[in-house]
Nanobody, 125 residues
């Protein structure tokens, strides 16, 4: 019963900040690549940020580099997204994603991918 539950979304003015959190349960969190995705109405879902299982490597979408920071706490099974200098174009539903997919020597590719239900972020004046 793997679960990802996002929180922290809301309405914020341009230039403001929000911190999103994702609480994970039901799987071995520390073994998973964690990511934040977002999707605005009429737009494709896009990668916002990802962080490796140990937390030593991060990746960001071009549109958020320098403004957003992803972090994780394996002891608490949480991943966060600190969003600063928010812009109206950041408005979207933000989804937490966990990916522990592996290639098993005997069984081949084994997908282990989980999604949260999302949290709304609205940036508007």
């Amino acid at each position: 019963q793997a679960q990802l539950v996002e929180s922290g979304g809301g309405l914020v003015q341009p230039g403001g900040s929000l911190r999103l959190s994702c609480a994970a349960s039901g799987f071995t969190f520390s073994r998973f690549l964690m990511s934040w995705y977002r999707q605005a109405p009429g737009k494709e879902r896009e990668l916002v940020a990802s962080i490796t299982s140990v937390g030593d490597t991060t990746k960001y979408g071009d549109s958020v580099k320098g403004r957003f920071t992803i972090s994780r706490d394996n002891a608490k099974n949480t991943v966060s997204l600190q969003m600063n200098s928010l812009k109206p174009e950041d408005t979207a539903v933000y989804y937490c994603n966990a990916d522990g997919s592996i290639v098993d020597y005997e069984l081949g590719f084994r997908p282990y991918i989980y999604w949260g239900n999302g949290t709304q972020v609205t940036v508007s004046s």
